[in-house]
């Protein structure tokens, strides 16, 4: 059986990669063999999971027995990506090409196929119970959904065919793609041998059709079966982008049907305190009153966005809540999701399968 894998998505600053952390040790510590794949996590929280560098092989978590973690390597997953579909010789040349090295670091959706590749390598390794998979902040969170079927575009798409023909053609075909009346005048623009490099990678590009194709293909299987979270503040701007989500995304299996609202204040500070204690100065008293007063506002209001949010997109609310320090050891890890009982029973209790 393939292990259960929760994706973690979201914009960028919201939590992702402590949330995902925090899941994997709460799950570590109900019994579940558990590895983490983090993307770039703050310093601190890198060195609390034992992360010295850039790794996609999950290592033991000395701090925490029964968790693993990785911290995503782009570019070696574009390497190893590359080594996997094409012919070794293809393969190098590739790696070399300025046209290809531009596209791994231009195409938004390059980090985020990577990191779908990592993913599906994980999954089908069947080493863990469990898979917490951070993802990659392009597009808000919306690329790493998207990017299997996009790189099927880029590497089979209509301008690649329209170049190349229609099945994958020979070297001897070059010509021909270089004899195309719109490639001559380009020819005769930017000069041949320019032309030609660039026909020459279109065709070691399209080479690795096939095996993009397979692997996108499980990777959007995978990511049906996982149990993807929406991550969000109760801000303008990380709730723009969840929007984006819900709403740019088609419904169906793996569409998300949960948002956490992280960092969100305690709905006890609608209360007013007693600050009539006499050895509070009136000073302070009056300065406390309106500090109160403001983050009261602040909560209702936050209380309401939220509201609204989920009734509109029809969606399953779970909150963290603020924590006045950042969480970078194993313990204030599993502390941050003491108070969120039932975000653990949503994505750690037993699934509709086992039930
Ligand atoms: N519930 C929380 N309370 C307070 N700070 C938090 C909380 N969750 C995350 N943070 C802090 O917010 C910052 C961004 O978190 P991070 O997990 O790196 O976000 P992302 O992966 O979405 O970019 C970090 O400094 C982290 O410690
Ligand atoms: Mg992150």
């Not at 709460?26 to 558990?34: F, K, W």
């Not at 390597?73 to 393969?91: F, I, L």
């Not at 190349?164 to 005769?188: C, E, F, H, Q, W």
């Amino acid at each position: 059986m393939n292990p259960r894998v929760l994706v973690i998505t979201g914009a960028g600053g919201v939590g992702k990669t402590t949330l995902s952390a925090a899941l994997g040790v709460t799950a570590a510590r109900m019994g579940l063999a558990t590895c983490v794949m983090t993307v770039d996590p703050a310093r601190r929280l890198a060195s609390a999971l034992g992360l010295e560098s850039l790794d996609n092989h999950p290592e033991p978590v000395t701090a925490q027995p029964g968790l693993s973690a990785a911290m995503l390597d782009v570019s070696a997953s574009w390497e190893a990506m590359v080594h996997r579909h094409a012919e070794p010789e293809v393969a190098n040349r590739l790696l070399q090409d300025p046209f290809f090295r531009a596209l791994a670091d231009r195409f938004p959706a390059a980090q985020a196929y990577a990191a779908g590749e990592q993913m599906s390598e994980h999954v089908e390794s069947r080493r863990w119970d469990l898979i917490v998979v951070d993802t990659p902040p392009a597009g808000g969170g919306l690329d790493f959904y998207t990017a299997p079927a996009r790189m099927r575009e880029v590497v089979g798409g209509r301008l690649l065919r329209w170049l190349t023909g229609a099945s994958i053609p020979g070297r001897r075909a070059l010509y021909k793609v270089t004899a195309r009346p719109a490639l001559r005048l380009a020819d005769a623009v930017l000069g041949g041998p320019l032309l030609e490099e660039i026909a020459e990678f279109l065709l070691d590009l399209r080479s690795l059709y096939d095996g993009i194709s397979r692997r996108s293909r499980a990777i959007d299987l995978h990511l049906r079966e996982a149990t993807s979270i929406v991550v969000t503040t109760a801000e303008p701007t990380p709730l723009r982008e969840a929007r984006r989500f819900f709403e740019e995304l088609e419904s169906g299996p793996g569409r998300p049907e949960t948002v956490v609202f992280n960092k969100q204040l305690p709905e006890s500070w609608t209360v007013s305190r007693n600050l009539r204690s006499p050895d509070i100065g009136t000073d302070v008293r009056i300065a406390a009153r309106e500090n109160l007063s403001r983050w009261a506002a602040e909560v209702r209001l936050q209380h309401e966005v939220k509201q609204e949010f989920v009734a509109r997109y029809g969606l399953h609310l779970l909150e963290v809540p603020w924590v006045d320090r950042s969480p970078t050891s194993v313990d204030a890890l599993a502390e941050l999701l003491e108070g969120s009982p039932e975000l653990v029973a949503h994505v750690l209790g037993p699934t509709s399968e086992d039930r």
